[in-house]
């Protein structure tokens, strides 16, 4: 192959050539035979973008990266993933558009840096106020998302990893643990809720069954009539009740099956339980 040269005799390499305007260009094929072109002002400025080209594509990164955008990448997500709840999926679809959408889901993946991601993190938290099951719940979708990004080749790295433990400690965030009413407590909010002067009687049922059971609100809002077998002093808990409140669908129920088979399970009643459910039939 014939020897070219720039105009300050400067030997050019495959693909690399000077125009007329005096700016250099570096022509490439990807591996899906499409052409592409980079313009520098200098040939020292022309290979430091050739090598970042050749770097990516010996370690496998997608030329066509450079016009993908993060929420390109989560749509493709939302195609592509599988075995999660409808219920939990849409809470997940929700949370990346209400958040991540509009803020940095605009970024281009090749531009997008960990520092971008803090950032977003730090604004959510100071800027909107959001508590930290909020953010994890963020924090959980985009960091599949970018998983995405990394196994189809458009990032090295997830530059995701371990952001929300950063920000906790940053933040002296802590989710807490939930404290159990201890039995006298229990007790009193029962005697509380049982006397029938009381405005808040009708609730009695449901939160003594609650409390002597162990189910949770949604399971227990879930619950018919032919889930309990008042002669058999069993109930079947084989699905739950779901409440969405989404800017697109508005604010509506859901029945779901639980999220595990151990999830679906029977349960026997105390007789508390028992006498809570008649006096639900009564009230």
Not at 5 to 12: A, C, P, Q, V
Not at 60 to 87: P, Q, Y
Not at 139 to 150: D, E, G, I
Not at 221 to 231: A, F, N, P, Q, V
Request: aromatic letters at 10%; proline letters at 2%.
């Amino acid at each position: 192959m014939e020897k070219r040269y720039d105009s300050r005799h400067r030997l050019l390499r495959t693909g690399e050539s000077e125009r007329s305007d005096g700016y250099y260009q570096y022509r490439y094929t990807d591996r899906k035979g499409n052409r592409h072109t980079l313009t520098a002002g200098t040939l020292e400025e022309l290979r430091k973008r050739e090598e970042q080209v050749l770097k990516d594509k010996s370690d496998g990164i997608r030329a066509e990266a450079k016009n993908v955008t993060l929420n390109d990448l989560f749509e493709l997500w939302c195609r592509l993933k599988r075995g999660l709840k409808d219920n939990t999926f849409q809470n997940y679809c929700y949370m990346y558009n209400t958040f991540v959408r509009p803020a940095i889901g605009k970024y281009r993946i090749s531009t997008l840096k960990r520092s971008d991601i803090k950032a977003f993190y730090n604004t959510l938290v100071d800027g909107k106020n959001l508590k930290v099951a909020t953010v994890d719940t963020i924090h959980t979708v985009l960091h599949q998302v970018l998983t995405v990004a990394v196994e189809d080749g458009y990032l090295r790295t997830n530059i995701a990893d371990n952001l929300l433990k950063e920000l906790k400690q940053s933040h002296n965030m802590d989710s807490g643990h939930r404290k159990a009413l201890t039995e006298p407590e229990q007790d009193l909010f029962l005697d509380f809720l049982s006397k029938e002067n009381c405005r808040y009687y009708h609730w009695y049922p449901i939160f003594s069954v609650m409390i002597h059971t162990g189910m949770r609100v949604g399971e227990v809002t879930g619950l018919r009539w032919e889930d309990i077998d008042l002669d058999k002093g069993i109930i079947d808990m084989n699905h739950t009740l779901v409440y969405f409140s989404h800017a697109e669908k508005g604010a509506y129920f859901a029945i779901h099956t639980p999220k595990t088979e151990a999830g679906r399970r029977t349960t026997p009643m105390l007789d508390e339980v028992k006498e809570a459910f008649l006096l639900e039939k009564s009230l």
